[in-house]
């Protein structure tokens, strides 16, 4: 009785489109980014940072899904990003999961004074492997690092973690606003660099028609080079 569950937000999505881009293909790639991790730790409040530069200190957990869109300039491609903030909570697995399939890029989120955050982000990114695919690129964000004094996961710790997991990593405070643009904007790159070593390895012969990455929501551009 509290909210229904937002299966498909539009309003939020309505609300950041800017008037430019309110109807249209303006734009070059579309890439979509969930960010997942435990409960708390700030999800909902990295993106808002990103996307409106706003930041509240009350806690409203996130009953399933929504999300935002933002468009931003890299090398010369206008890429939009359709980015998933997904309810941490353990009751709302199944939906958020059903998300999964066609993100290209993942933020997974601990939150430094939380070990018990720490120790689940295994088990997030097997949910990854589970549900994504296989080409999913995901980045490791420790997040409130402005909160030194009650810090229980030394960045180290973190650092080590992602190596071991083949992520990049950042530590970040969605509060302070440390890391937020640059966790995106790397994950961004990441993800073009991607497509572009896809599309080198592709056959020159047939990457104009269907062979190209499936990186995009948007039917295949004509160029197949990404300068990202
Ligand atoms: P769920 O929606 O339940 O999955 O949680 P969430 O990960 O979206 O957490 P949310 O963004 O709602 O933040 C949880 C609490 O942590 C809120 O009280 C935020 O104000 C606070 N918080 C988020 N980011 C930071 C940060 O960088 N620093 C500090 N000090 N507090 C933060
Ligand atoms: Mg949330």
Avoid at 10 to 30: I, L, P, R
Avoid at 50 to 62: H, I, K, R
Avoid at 161 to 172: C, I, Q, T, V, Y
Wanted: glycine share 6%; net charge negative; hydrophobic share 35%.
């Amino acid at each position: 009785s509290r909210h229904k569950i937002n299966m498909i937000p539009m309003a939020s999505a309505t609300a950041t489109y800017g008037q430019k881009e309110s109807s249209d293909q303006n734009f070059d790639y579309m890439f979509k980014i969930l960010i997942i991790g435990n409960s708390s730790v700030g999800k909902t409040s990295f993106l808002f940072r990103y996307a409106d530069d706003s930041f509240t200190p009350a806690f409203v957990s996130t009953v399933g899904i929504d999300f935002k869109v933002k468009t931003i300039y890299r090398n010369d491609k206008r890429i939009k990003l359709q980015i998933w903030d997904t309810a941490g909570q353990e009751r709302y697995r199944t939906i958020t999961t059903a998300y999964y399939r066609g993100a290209m890029g993942f933020i997974l989120m601990y939150d430094i004074t939380n070990e018990e955050s720490f120790n689940a982000v295994q088990d997030w990114s097997t949910q990854i492997k589970t549900y994504s695919w296989d080409n999913a690129q995901v980045l490791l964000v420790g997040n409130k690092c402005d909160m030194e004094d009650e810090r229980v996961v030394a960045g180290d710790r973190g650092r080590q973690l992602s190596e071991h997991m083949g992520f990049e990593f950042f530590e970040a405070s969605a509060k302070d606003n440390i890391n937020v643009k640059q966790t995106f904007e790397r994950l961004v790159d990441i993800i073009c660099e991607k497509m572009s070593e896809s599309l080198d390895a592709a056959d020159p012969a047939v990457t104009g028609a269907k062979q190209g990455p499936q990186l995009t929501e948007q039917p295949a551009p004509p160029q197949q080079d990404c300068a990202c």
